[in-house]
Each structure stands twice: as structure tokens, then as C-alpha cells.
């Protein structure tokens, strides 16, 4: 990754831009026409996706309907059959041509990815999970990843957990310093699949509490997640998936108070009243 001030202990290549919440900010990530097949079954047909700097998306949608393979095309570890990626000061990705290595590598170096389960290494401590990914292939000087990552672990107020091992913190706990993690590489956007949906809900409120303070820094993030209070506080667009494509967008408001689409209608109907009791 290019870390364009290695002496910075906030890396300058990423990082939040900075309140731009609800701003129309400049554009930092456009995607159009993703398609997307796993043999005969298409998965993602032409997904077009703008995300301005300090912006929150989130995706929403029923299983299946590609949410985590539009993530992972973003982040470089799908590869899509067609459409384009660009990312503001590059790389600008036609994935009609074939994919160049360097040009996957810019676009894993862009965006960092938070798991549903957290995937930390368990022989390695806290510290260790954290700095591995700056210093094994960002090549940032070990002393200086050290010091970014106890600054980002007292920010989620775990630097006393810094020589523990994985099993030995509660999964909310495992899940922060999953986001940790993501943060130390300094990516321009933050990709979240559904962070909180591993979790025992007493520990999904400190984890949804992390990200929303990241996005009101300023922080660009794309989050899948089904938390339609968080959604609601945090978003500035909701795009409902479904089949493969990009069924409805709005703000948050709009799409759960009044969504234009049946198919939207019925997905939300679905979340809010799982048990469907007014049809019993
Ligand atoms: N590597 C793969 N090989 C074959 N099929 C795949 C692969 N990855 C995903 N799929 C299929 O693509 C479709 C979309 O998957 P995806 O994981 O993107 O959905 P999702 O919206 O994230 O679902 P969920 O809410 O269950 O996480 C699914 O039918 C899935 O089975
Ligand atoms: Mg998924």
C-alpha cells in the first residue's frame, strides 16, 4: 500500500475524511455494470454502486441476493466477468479485459474488509493480529505499525487486551479488533458483512456503537447488515438487493417508511415481523 507519509501515526494513504456524513462528498468509489456468474448461476447482474468520500451505504437484502459477492468484487477477492471498478486515484478496473495482478493489488490496497466472523489468527496475540497486515505485506517499519495499533486499540478501548490471544476475549471483543485490523491498513473504504450477525445480541451494541463512530468521523464504509436501527442513524444511502441486482435505493427514511417496491415491502415486512403474526 502507498502509505505517502510513513511517519504519520494516522496513515495518511486512508482514513476518515472527516464529518462528511450526509455531505456530497467527492466521489471515491464508482462501480457500474458488475456481473457476476459462479457457473450458471448469476449472482450479481450489472450493479452500479457510487460511494462519495465520508459516505455510508449499506446493503441490505435477502440471502443469496449477492450482497457479499458485490463486497468481495470490491475489495478484489471476487473477480467480476464484467463492469468496472474505479477508485478515485486509481485503480480504474474494465473487468472485460482480463485482470491484471497489479491492478487486483491496488484494489485490495483501497478497501478493508470486516467479517462476519472476526477470522483473527488464534496462535497470534491481539497486537500481532493487528500489525500483520502493515507490516507482513504493507511493509510498514514494525516500531511504527506497534505504535498505530495500540493508538487504534485504545480508540475501541482494548489496548489492555493487546498480548491476549483471540479465545481468550468475548466475540464482541474478537469482533473490534477485527475492525482494528481493518483500520491498520489505512484503507480509503471500510467494507463491513454483516459485522454484528455472529454476535450474542447483549455484545451487538458495542460493536454497532465502534462503527457508528467511525462513520461520524468520517469514515467511507459499505456495510451489509440488517441492523435496521443502525441503518437508520448511520446511512446515508440503503440499496435493497435482490437477485442479483440493486432493487431500490434511497435514504434510510424513505426505503423503511415508504419503499417504492413491493419486493422491498415484503424483504422489510420480513425483518421487522419474522414470525409474520398478522397472517396467523
Ligand atoms: N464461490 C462461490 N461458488 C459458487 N456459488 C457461490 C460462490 N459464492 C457465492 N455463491 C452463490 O452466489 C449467490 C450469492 O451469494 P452471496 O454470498 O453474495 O449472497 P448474500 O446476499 O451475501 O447472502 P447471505 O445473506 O446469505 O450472506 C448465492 O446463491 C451463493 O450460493
Ligand atoms: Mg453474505
Redesign the pocket.
Known sequence: MSRTDPSSPVPSAGGPVGGASGAAGEVLLQASGLSKS??D?Q?LRSIDLTVRKGEVVVLI??????????LRSLNGLEVPDGGRIEFAGGPDIDFSTPLRKRDRFALRDRSAMVFQQHNLFPHKTVLENVIEGPVQVQKVRRDQAVAEAEALLDRVGLLEKRDVYPHQLSGGQQQRVGIVRALALAPSLLLFD?PTSALDPELVGDVLTVIKELADEGWTMVV?THELSFAQAAADEVLF?DGGVIVERSGPREMFTNPRHERTRQFLDRILNPLHEDEA
Open positions: 459462479f457457473g448461476l449472482v437484502g435477502p440471502s443469496g441476493s449477492g450482497k457479499t459477492t458485490v454483516e451489509v438487493m
